[in-house]
Structures are given as C-alpha cells and as structure tokens.
C-alpha cells in the first residue's frame, strides 16, 4: 500500500516554530545542529515540498543539508526521502544510526517510521503507534501530525486522518499540502464538487514547477465518483506530464502513473486502451534505476493487470495462464513475496468471476486484503451471483463505510451504493 514511490511524501515539515507565541513552542522537537545553515536550507527544501515541488532541485538542497552537518540526523533523513531508490534505504538506515545523538523527539521521530521504509512500507501501519505517543509528548509539532495523517490514511482511517490533518493546520502556518490532504475528506463525504473546487483553488497559489500528486488524483477521484471517465483520465494524465516535465521519472518511472490509467480505463470497459496502459508502464521498469527484486515486482503487476484484462474480454484460458505466471513469481521469490498472495488471491478471485466460476472467486477473494473496497466489491458481485444476497449486501454496505483514501473506492463505491439500495 505504502511503498518506496511514496516514501518522498513522508517527510513531513516543521515550518511553524516562529509562528507559535513563546508559551506554545514548548513541547516542540529540537533538531541536533549547530549549523544555522543547515537549518535556513532544511526550512526551504520543507517549503517546497509543501508546495509539491519534488525532483533534482530538493535532491540537491538535502545534499547542501548534510554537507552543512553531516551529523545532522534529520537532515541524512531527508536526503534519504528526496532520493531515488535503493541509495534512499542505505540514507535512512545512516539517518537512524545518527538518530542514537541526537535529541528525544528527533530520535523518535526517524526511528518511528522504520516500518514505512523497511520491507517495502508493507508493514507501515506499525509506525502509527509510536508516532502517536510521540503525538502526546509533543502535541504542538506539526510533522507528526501531518506523517500520521498520512498513515491514517493508509491505513484506512480517514476520520482520523482528518483530525491529524486539521490538527497541522491549527499549528500552522497554513500550506497547499495541509489543504489538499484536508480535502480528500470532502470526498468521502460525497462532497465531490466541492473538494474539485478547492484542489482546483490550490493549484491557483502554487509555484511554477510544482508536482501536486494530491492534487491530481483528488481532482481524478472526485470525476471517478460522479461517473466522469474521461474528466478522470485527463487529470492523471497533466500528473504524468508534470512529473516529466520536471525529471521526476529520473527518480522513479512512470509505470505507476501509466497503472492508474489502465485500471480507470479496465474497469470502465476500455479493454484495449487498458492493455496498451499496463505495457508502456512497464517499458518505463527495465531501464531505471530500481534495484531488481523491485523490478520483478512490477513486471509482475504487468501480469496482474493484463490477466485482468484478458478476463474481461472473455480470454479467460490466457487470463489464468496470466494469474499462473503470478502465482509461480510469488512461489519462487523466497520469504519476501509472501506478502503479495493477498494480491495473487485478488487476481485469481477476478479471474474466476469473469469466467462465471463464483463458488471459486468467492474462495480466492476471501483470502485477498479485506479492507480493500475494489476486492471487497468483487467479493459483493461473486457473492450476488452465486445468489448469497445477504452476504453480497453486506459487503456492498462495507464498501459504502470505508474510509480507504485510494483510488480503489472511487472505483467500488458509486456501484457499492447502488446495490445497498437494491438488495
């Protein structure tokens, strides 16, 4: 869920030490540096990340952090979350073993979030108990906040992501991040128009340059709700652009962009366009700088997506050889793949629900991520079809409750809705 192409996003800021009244900075981190530069220019790079501006200029910014002190733990932490992978892990694990120096909530704080860089983020959600305890000793720092509200998020806890987010706005100072994250609530509640309108003001304020991930998919999501194909694939589409335009495919290609497309496309019926999606994606794997087990990785998303594809145009023999091919990737990738059979058991459950074969789908899919809206719809419809219509009510109605912040329930919930109503 949270894996290396978003680790850049977890760094967080502190930005509002001078805004606080001299009685509101206790309970504040102390970053471990005598140098004023280091400091001057850690508040810049901060800065431009809350205005999505991310690339070669932030790398280069970290790199004058450190040089300034190379001591300085949060600033090796930053150089590590402004790298590309897999020198980024090498820079963390240099960030914790300075960490050991320096100052309680700083030491904290870097070893806290081990469980987003280490294994891939598979394991993120770990980070949120230390981070919340870290939370109330310092209740007046706002990069816990803006870190949890992000693990939130991920973690399927929207409400109290909201908090966490309104909670970094209130410390202040008040930043294009804080208010596009802020208004990802509006979408789950329903507020569609309303949240594009405010993504939409926020882009108005930003730098030139910017790249405003949240942004994007928020205006993207926000079309996928009201059932607006083509306003959704236009808003990913400036993202991918953007991220050219500004070298970020140097750092990490654009196959994960190229993925969004082809699922908006797959499960709106645009078949052809979704393949020819998933293949240029993956052209951007081979070439970069991933480091190989994360390269199986994606050419095994590749199989994933174009088995789905296959099942939908009724190919259903080449779909399964497809889930097959999968199925033998994870056997053979020794005690790190076993993360992905939740992933293998989506793909297989798919399979079997567009080949009619529901008793099956319905076993797969209840080995695959629960808390996944779009599995759980698939589960819903095998469950329709197989003509357990309490079951499939139920898990329509879990889909409608989920608070998951992804493009996996802007994909479920328009159908989950309609369902709870007809069942």
Do not use: C
Not at 188 to 214: C, D, H, M, N
Not at 234 to 248: D, I, Q
Not at 261 to 278: P, S, V
Not at 364 to 369: F, M, R, T, W
């Amino acid at each position: 869920m949270i894996g290396n192409r978003v680790l850049s996003l977890f760094v967080g800021a502190s930005l509002a030490a001078a805004t606080l009244p001299a009685g509101e900075k206790a309970h504040r981190f102390e970053w471990t540096t005598k140098s004023a530069e280091a400091k001057q220019l850690l508040t810049k790079l901060q800065m431009q990340i809350e205005n999505f501006q991310f690339g070669p200029a932030n790398q280069e910014l970290a790199d004058k952090i450190v040089a300034a002190d190379p001591e300085f733990a949060i600033g090796m932490y930053y150089k590590a979350a402004t790298s590309p992978p897999p020198g980024n892990l090498e820079f963390y694990e240099k960030s914790r073993a300075l960490a050991k120096n320096a100052s309680d909530g700083e030491r904290r704080f870097i070893e806290g979030l081990q469980h987003v860089w280490l294994n891939q983020g598979v394991d993120f959600a770990k980070s949120i108990e230390p981070l919340e305890a870290l939370a109330k000793d310092y209740p007046n720092e706002r990069i816990i906040q803006v870190i949890l509200g992000q693990l939130y998020n991920g973690n399927n806890q929207g409400e109290e992501a909201f908090k966490a987010f309104k909670r970094a706005k209130e410390i202040g100072p008040e930043t294009a991040r804080i208010d596009a994250f802020l208004a990802g609530h509006d979408l789950l509640e329903g507020k569609y128009a309303q949240a594009r309108s405010t993504y939409q003001a926020i882009e108005k304020r930003l730098p030139k340059g910017s790249v405003p991930f949240t942004i994007r998919f928020g205006i993207t999501f926000s079309h996928l709700y009201e059932g607006n194909v083509d306003a959704a694939i236009e808003s990913v589409e400036t993202y991918l652009s953007e991220y050219k335009a500004n070298g970020l495919n140097q750092q990490f290609p654009v196959v994960f962009i190229h993925n969004a497309i082809a699922r908006i496309n797959l499960e709106n019926d645009r078949l052809d366009a979704a393949m020819t999606a998933y293949q240029k994606g993956y052209e951007s794997v081979p070439g970069s700088s991933l480091p190989e087990d994360q390269k199986q990785t994606w050419l095994g998303r590749l199989h994933h997506g174009k088995a789905r594809v296959l099942a939908r145009m009724g190919k259903h023999e080449q779909a399964w050889a497809e889930a097959e091919t999968v199925r033998t990737m994870i056997e053979g990738g020794g005690e790190t793949a076993k993360q992905y059979w939740p992933a293998y058991h989506y793909l297989a459950g798919y399979v079997k629900l567009e080949a009619g074969e529901y008793d099956q789908a319905i076993e797969h899919l209840k080995q695959a991520d629960p808390n996944d809206p779009f599995q759980t719809l698939l589960l819903a419809r095998a469950y329709e079809k197989a003509g357990k219509k309490d079951d499939a009510k139920q898990a329509y109605q879990k889909i409608v409750a989920s608070e998951w912040a992804g493009i996996e329930r802007p994909l479920a919930y328009p159908e989950a809705t309609r369902k709870v109503h007809e069942l």
